[in-house]
């Protein structure tokens, strides 16, 4: 029997494995090839996100197409006056990818087609006419969502009321996207059941799964101490992480002068250090996350604003480190406070969650203990991979 062909068009490159985006098409296109589908992979390629380390596979045909998406004002302006989709998705509309998926859909039937994230919109039309394949849009988050938590947190009225209008048009395009494809994969349940309110016979959930070796790694950290890891050119983060320093660590270290933070991730420049406090360590992007994360005991998820999964808190229950997050850091992950995680929404009790941390190194072992318990019993790859079969 002749092996089911799937084309994957995405918005970044999956390698290197840079940021949970990342790592999340990854898993979806390296999850298809176990299964023995044959995949053809066409992706954006920018300076942001340049793409390199690619797998290679008998069943893998991969397609990369360098495009420049930078943010630009001269840009910004003229989608304001001129068009009528969101800035944010406009970016991803470019002749050179449209030229490629025609070419590709041309030379090739597919049995499916997945659009990896909603920036990959604009070339349905173009798929619709040439195919008719099963068309599923893989919904890593909810994407209005998360743009409107940003408005608040807007500095001038100006810039304020762009992002509305932005956030509006963004939300009709992404609602009219769901309601046009064949099914939606989304990546946590809790988005799930928000899509679901608007097409419920075409939503599952298809979560991410544990890499093996995050199961194989033993925690090298001899003593409490704190870090974050995470891409420093997404919002969320940068929000997160200024908060943290400015509003919880100097307070906290004043008081708890043993107290370190250690910092690591893709665009931490260095020119980030001049901002840092006593007892800040940054370690900018470093080789090996895996490594870094080991080597570090209680892991910190400032984090504010975003649906879909945290592919790092993952990776952090899976090593069997403990965390603390906020409740929207830990949304659409069934873990329970004290028990496999720790959940602070405020300055307040973020600071006391990392006091509880320092006096009690043993319940920091048994909470990053029944962590690693929890990620091997609820991502396992296998479930995933069925539930993969189930779209065709």
Not at 237 to 259: K, T, Y
Request: charged content about 25%.
């Amino acid at each position: 029997m002749e092996a089911k062909k799937v084309l994957i068009l995405a918005h970044k490159p999956p390698y290197p494995k840079a940021d949970g985006g990342c790592i999340a098409i990854a898993q979806m296109l390296e999850a298809f090839l176990d299964i023995g589908v044959s995949v053809h992979f066409i992706c954006f390629e920018t300076q942001k996100h340049p793409s390199k380390n690619v797998k290679e596979h008998p069943n893998l045909t991969y397609k990369s197409i360098p495009v420049d998406t930078k943010l630009s004002i001269w840009a910004a302006l003229k989608n304001l006056c001129l068009q009528t989709t969101s800035y944010f998705t406009s970016r991803f509309n470019h002749p050179d990818f449209k030229k490629e998926v025609i070419q590709t859909l041309n030379n090739n039937s597919f049995d499916l087609i997945v659009f990896e994230s909603l920036f990959t919109k604009h070339y349905l039309k173009t798929v619709r006419k040439q195919t008719t394949a099963k068309l599923v849009y893989r919904s890593h988050n909810i994407e209005h969502k998360i743009w409107e938590t940003q408005i608040e947190k807007e500095d001038t009225a100006l810039r304020s009321a762009y992002l509305k209008l932005q956030v509006k048009r963004l939300k009709k395009e992404e609602l009219k996207f769901w309601n046009e494809v064949d099914a939606i994969a989304s990546i946590s349940e809790k988005d799930s059941k928000k899509i679901s309110e608007y097409n419920a016979e075409k939503t599952k959930t298809i979560g991410l799964h544990l890499n093996e070796k995050h199961l194989l790694q033993k925690d090298s950290s001899d003593r409490i101490d704190f870090f974050h890891i995470g891409a420093m050119n997404w919002k969320p983060n940068q929000f997160g992480i200024a908060w943290l320093l400015d509003e919880v660590w100097d307070e906290f270290v004043a008081s708890n002068s043993a107290a370190e933070l250690h910092l690591a991730g893709k665009s931490m420049t260095e020119s980030f250090t001049k901002s840092l406090g006593f007892g800040v360590y940054n370690h900018m992007e470093v080789l090996d996350a895996t490594d870094f994360m080991n080597s570090h005991k209680v892991m910190l998820i400032p984090l504010f604003s975003g649906s879909g999964i945290r592919v790092k808190i993952i990776e952090g229950l899976a090593l069997g480190k403990c965390i603390i997050t906020t409740s929207i850091g830990a949304d659409g992950i069934s873990v329970k406070h004290r028990e496999n995680i720790l959940i602070a929404d405020t300055t307040k009790e973020f600071a006391e969650q990392m006091k509880f941390c320092m006096d009690q190194p043993k319940r920091v072992a048994e909470i990053g203990e029944s962590a690693r318990r929890f990620a091997k019993a609820n991502f396992s790859k296998s479930a995933v991979n069925e539930e993969l079969k189930a779209l065709f």
